[in-house]
């Protein structure tokens, strides 16, 4: 079965300053892959997404993903943050095929952005 | 805004007690998920409907159920509620039967708190 694993439950991140977040993946085959942010009392946004070809994704709100499949990472990264950027963000896992089993999503990771 | 609407907002309730949760999707999307997210478990999926008819089971309880509507609006039922059943519940809408390349677009949730 598919999985992900967001290490970091929370990240204190200064406001300017450089963002890495984590995820890493378990799936049987070339997976596809999403980071979505849950702002307070607001839904899933999609960020961005992977599916295949260029390992380096551009996503929206200045976002980026790189997918190494030697390391089953999908790290999300932001050069510059900025204070609306506090939230949660989750990575998931999409089924290759059909969608037969919806997203398998990681358990989040809370950003807090230091002014 | 995704163009997912859920309703209600919140909605509080006694065990044992029998609740409906309401989704329209995005105008165009044929496709229905619902996702729970509590702290213990995270954010999961529990079933999508593609055009009326069930197309996915995720982690959905005996006691919870689901359809969709010809108008494409989709309900979650949950019966014989329990405290375990507090949770925040997600719909999301796709234009297709699903699969990862079938971006989902996430409802603002309703909030249930079982008292």
């Known amino acids: 079965a598919q999985s992900v694993t967001q290490p970091d439950i929370h990240i204190t991140v200064s406001e300017g300053a450089s963002l890495e977040l984590r995820c890493n993946y378990s799936?049987?085959?070339?997976?596809?892959l999403f980071w979505y942010v849950q702002s307070p009392g607001q839904g899933l946004q999609l960020l961005l997404k992977?599916?295949?070809?260029?390992?380096l994704v551009q996503g929206i709100k200045g976002f980026e993903a790189e997918f190494k499949r030697s390391q089953s990472s999908f790290n999300l990264r932001k050069p510059s943050v900025h204070w609306s950027d506090a939230a949660e963000y989750f990575c998931?896992?999409?089924?290759?095929?059909?969608?037969?089993?919806?997203?398998?999503f990681g358990k989040g990771t809370h950003l807090i952005i230091q002014p | 805004d995704s163009g997912v609407t859920q309703t209600p907002k919140h909605l509080i309730t006694a065990t044992g007690q029998r609740v409906t949760l309401r989704c329209s999707p995005r105008s165009g999307d044929l496709s229905v998920y619902w996702y729970q997210q509590s702290l213990d478990q995270g954010l999961q999926f529990l079933i999508q409907y593609y055009n009326g008819e069930e197309r996915a089971k995720g982690n959905i309880l005996e006691r919870f159920s689901a359809q969709q509507f010809p108008d494409l609006h989709s309900e979650l039922n949950l019966s014989s509620l329990e405290l375990g059943d507090s949770a925040l519940y997600f719909c999301?809408?796709?234009?297709?039967?699903?699969?990862?390349?079938?971006?989902?677009?996430f409802g603002p949730g309703t909030r249930l708190t079982v008292l």
């Open positions: 992977y599916f295949s070809g260029d390992t």
């Open positions: 999301a809408s796709s234009r297709g039967p699903g699969g990862a390349t079938d971006t989902q677009y």
């Open positions: 799936y049987g085959a070339t997976p596809y």
């Open positions: 998931a896992v999409g089924a290759q095929r059909g969608g037969a089993d919806g997203l398998t």
